[in-house]
C-alpha cells in the first residue's frame, strides 16, 4: 500500500496562434475542470474522461492512496503566460513540500507546453518536481498523443505513458494504465530502464487519426510489443505547430532490462520511419470542398461532414474565421450547419434582438492571418440559449459545457452555431443545445480536426478536410519556423529544415 501525489498541468501550445493562455484560462477550463487545488480535485475530475480521473480511481482500487496537489487545464492556444506557468508549478511544488509522507508522485501533462519564458514547459516542471523528490522516488506521468516529447522529460521522469486514441477517447483509460504501471514498478521493487527515439519528420495533425491507417496499425502493435521483459512503449506523433527545438514525434519504450528497453524502441522507431510515406491525404480548399460536399449530398443518406481544420480550437484556433461560412453561403448551401462561431458581441447583439429578429453581423478577419477577411452579412435569430448543457459523445464524455449566450442564426440554407467561449466541435450535442439536429442536415462543417470523429464518423456519408484561413496551418511546411532542430523533414517525404533563410 503506497501514498502517491497527484497533480499537473495540461496545456497544447501552438505558437503561431492569437492568443496566450493566462491564469484566468486555466481558472476557467473550458470544458475541462478549473485550476483546482486540495481536496476538491478529485471531486471535480471523477467520471470524466481525464487520465487524472482513471489515475485516481485505478489506483484506489490497487488499494493505494492518493492526496490531491494542484491540477489545472487551458484550452489549447499560443504560448502559456509566465505568470499562469509559474503559479502554477508554485501550487504543486509547495503542495509537495506540505505533504504527509508519499511513496510516489503522479502529474497529468499534456507534453506539448511552450511558455513565455520557456520552450520545454513540462521538462521544467519534471526537472523542479525530480530536484524536490530526490533520485531515489518515483515520478510518473501521463501524456498527450501529442506530445512534443523531450530528452528532459525522458529524463526526470521514471516512466511516462501516452494515449493511443486520437480522437483521444482513452485519456482516462491511460491514467489507468499509468495506475497499473505504477503499481507493477511498486511490486517488483526496482525502476525499469528507459530508450528513447526521435522521427526525423513531422506529421501533419489530421494524418495522426488512429481511425485511419497507417497510426491505426501503428498503435495496434505497441501492445503487442508489452511482454516479457518490455514494461510499456509509447508513441508521441507531436503537436507540429510549436516552434521550439524539439516539436516532432518521438517513441519510447520502458522495460526490466536495458536490452529489452532499446530493442523495443528501436523497433518501434523503425515502424513508425517505415510508415512515413502513408501519413498524407487530401485536403481542400474551402470553395472545392463545399462544393463536393454538396455534390457527395445529393446521392447521401447521411451528413457529409467538413474539418475546419484551420481554425480548429482544440490546436490553438479561436474559433472565428469566417472561410467556410463564406464558401457554404456564396455557394448556395442547402441545410448545412456550421459550428461554432465564438464570438461574444454578436452573441449579444443577437440576444438583445431576440428570436426572429434580423441582425447584421460580422464574422472573422481577428486571427491576423492573410486571407481571413471579415464576412458581414443579414442573419436571422432562430433560436436562443444559455450555453449550458452536458456532452454526450466520447470524446468530451462527462463534460458540462458553459458557452455563455448562445444562439442558432440562419443566413440562406445555412445555419451557425454561435457562442460566447471557443471549445472545439466534437460532440453532437453542440449542434442539438440550439435546435439543431445533426443526423438530418446535409453538410455539417466542424471547426476540428480530428477529435470531431468519435462522434461524428458514425452518421457520416463522408469526411472531408478543408483548409480555410487559420492559425492551425495543416501542413506544418507551410508555418514560419524559426527554433526548429536542423535535419528534420516539415512533412512526411518533405523538405528538410536547414534553419532559417
Known amino acids: 500500500m503506497a501514498v502517491i501525489a497527484v497533480g499537473g498541468i495540461q496545456h497544447e501550445t501552438n505558437t503561431f496562434a492569437p492568443t496566450k493562455a493566462d491564469l484566468r484560462a486555466f481558472m476557467t477550463g473550458g470544458s475541462r475542470p478549473p485550476l483546482t487545488t486540495g481536496p476538491d480535485l478529485f471531486p471535480r475530475s471523477k467520471g470524466k474522461n481525464l487520465p487524472i480521473a482513471g489515475f485516481v480511481e485505478q489506483v484506489e482500487a490497487l488499494d493505494h492512496h492518493v492526496y490531491a496537489l494542484t491540477w489545472g487545464a487551458a484550452a489549447p492556444s499560443d504560448v502559456v503566460t509566465e505568470n499562469a506557468f509559474e503559479h502554477i508549478s508554485a501550487l504543486i511544488l509547495e503542495g509537495l513540500k506540505s505533504a504527509p509522507v508519499y511513496d510516489a508522485v503522479y502529474l497529468c501533462l499534456h507534453g506539448a507546453m511552450v511558455t513565455e519564458h520557456l520552450e520545454d514547459g513540462e521538462g521544467e516542471l519534471l526537472r523542479r518536481v525530480r530536484d524536490l523528490i530526490g533520485p531515489e522516488k518515483l515520478l510518473v506521468a501521463s501524456l498527450d498523443l501529442h506530445s512534443n516529447t523531450t530528452p528532459e522529460m525522458i529524463a526526470n521522469a521514471d516512466l511516462l505513458v501516452a494515449y493511443r486514441t486520437y480522437p483521444h477517447v482513452d485519456m482516462a483509460d491511460t491514467g489507468a494504465r499509468t495506475a497499473r504501471l505504477l503499481d507493477e514498478i511498486f511490486r517488483r521493487g526496482k525502476k525499469p530502464a528507459k530508450a528513447f527515439q526521435q522521427i526525423p519528420f513531422l506529421i501533419p495533425l489530421n494524418w495522426q487519426c488512429t481511425m485511419m491507417q497507417p497510426a491505426q496499425g501503428?498503435?495496434?502493435?505497441?501492445?503487442?510489443?508489452?511482454?516479457?521483459?518490455?514494461?510499456?512503449?509509447?508513441?508521441?506523433?507531436?503537436?507540429?505547430?510549436?516552434?521550439?527545438?524539439?516539436?516532432?514525434?518521438?517513441?519510447?519504450?520502458?522495460?526490466?532490462?536495458?536490452?529489452?528497453?532499446?530493442?523495443?524502441?528501436?523497433?518501434?522507431?523503425?515502424?513508425?520511419?517505415?510508415?512515413?510515406?502513408?501519413?498524407?491525404?487530401?485536403?481542400?480548399?474551402?470553395?472545392?470542398?463545399?462544393?463536393?460536399?454538396?455534390?457527395?449530398?445529393?446521392?447521401?443518406?447521411?451528413?457529409?461532414?467538413?474539418?475546419?481544420?484551420?481554425?480548429?480550437?482544440?490546436?490553438?484556433?479561436?474559433?472565428?474565421?469566417?472561410?467556410?461560412?463564406?464558401?457554404?453561403?456564396?455557394?448556395?448551401?442547402?441545410?448545412?450547419?456550421?459550428?461554432?462561431?465564438?464570438?461574444?458581441?454578436?452573441?449579444?447583439?443577437?440576444?438583445?434582438?431576440?428570436?426572429?429578429?434580423?441582425?447584421?453581423?460580422?464574422?472573422?478577419?481577428?486571427?491576423?492571418?492573410?486571407?481571413?477577411?471579415?464576412?458581414?452579412?443579414?442573419?436571422?435569430?432562430?433560436?436562443?440559449?444559455?450555453?449550458?448543457?452536458?456532452?454526450?459523445?466520447?470524446?468530451?464524455?462527462?463534460?458540462?459545457?458553459?458557452?455563455?449566450?448562445?444562439?442558432?442564426?440562419?443566413?440562406?440554407?445555412?445555419?451557425?452555431?454561435?457562442?460566447?467561449?471557443?471549445?472545439?466541435?466534437?460532440?453532437?450535442?453542440?449542434?442539438?443545445?440550439?435546435?439543431?439536429?445533426?443526423?438530418?442536415?446535409?453538410?455539417?462543417?466542424?471547426?476540428?480536426?480530428?477529435?470531431?470523429?468519435?462522434?461524428?464518423?458514425?452518421?457520416?456519408?463522408?469526411?472531408?478536410?478543408?483548409?480555410?484561413?487559420?492559425?492551425?496551418?495543416?501542413?506544418?511546411?507551410?508555418?514560419?519556423?524559426?527554433?526548429?532542430?536542423?535535419?528534420?523533414?516539415?512533412?512526411?517525404?518533405?523538405?528538410?529544415?536547414?534553419?532559417?533563410?
Open 218 to 501: 501503428l498503435y495496434e502493435r505497441l501492445a503487442d510489443m508489452e511482454s516479457g521483459e518490455v514494461l510499456h512503449t509509447s508513441f508521441t506523433p507531436g503537436f507540429p505547430a510549436a516552434d521550439i527545438h524539439h516539436c516532432g514525434p518521438s517513441v519510447f519504450a520502458y522495460g526490466w532490462s536495458e536490452e529489452a528497453a532499446q530493442t523495443a524502441c528501436r523497433r518501434l522507431a523503425e515502424d513508425v520511419n517505415g510508415s512515413e510515406s502513408a501519413f498524407a491525404g487530401r485536403i481542400y480548399d474551402p470553395e472545392s470542398g463545399v462544393l463536393e460536399a454538396m455534390r457527395l449530398a445529393e446521392i447521401a443518406t447521411r451528413p457529409v461532414v467538413i474539418a475546419d481544420t484551420q481554425d480548429n480550437p482544440g490546436a490553438g484556433g479561436d474559433s472565428n474565421t469566417a472561410g467556410m461560412l463564406r464558401a457554404l453561403v456564396e455557394n448556395r448551401a442547402e441545410q448545412a450547419s456550421l459550428g461554432l462561431m465564438a464570438d461574444p458581441t454578436a452573441a449579444e447583439i443577437v440576444h438583445r434582438a431576440g428570436v426572429g429578429a434580423e441582425v447584421n453581423l460580422s464574422f472573422g478577419g481577428h486571427s491576423g492571418i492573410e486571407g481571413d477577411e471579415p464576412f458581414e452579412e443579414n442573419f436571422t435569430v432562430e433560436m436562443l440559449h444559455d450555453g449550458r448543457f452536458d456532452a454526450t459523445g466520447p470524446f468530451y464524455k462527462g463534460a458540462t459545457f458553459n458557452l455563455g449566450p448562445s444562439a442558432c442564426i440562419k443566413i440562406g440554407g445555412t445555419r451557425v452555431v454561435l457562442a460566447c467561449n471557443k471549445v472545439q466541435l466534437a460532440d453532437q450535442a453542440m449542434y442539438r443545445f440550439v435546435g439543431i439536429e445533426p443526423t438530418t442536415e446535409n453538410i455539417l462543417v466542424n471547426k476540428s480536426s480530428v477529435h470531431f470523429r468519435a462522434d461524428f464518423a458514425p452518421i457520416a456519408e463522408e469526411i472531408l478536410v478543408c483548409a480555410a484561413p487559420g492559425p492551425m496551418i495543416a501542413d506544418p511546411a507551410d508555418l514560419p519556423w524559426s527554433r526548429l532542430r536542423k535535419g528534420i523533414r516539415l512533412n512526411p517525404l518533405g523538405r528538410v529544415w536547414q534553419g532559417p533563410l
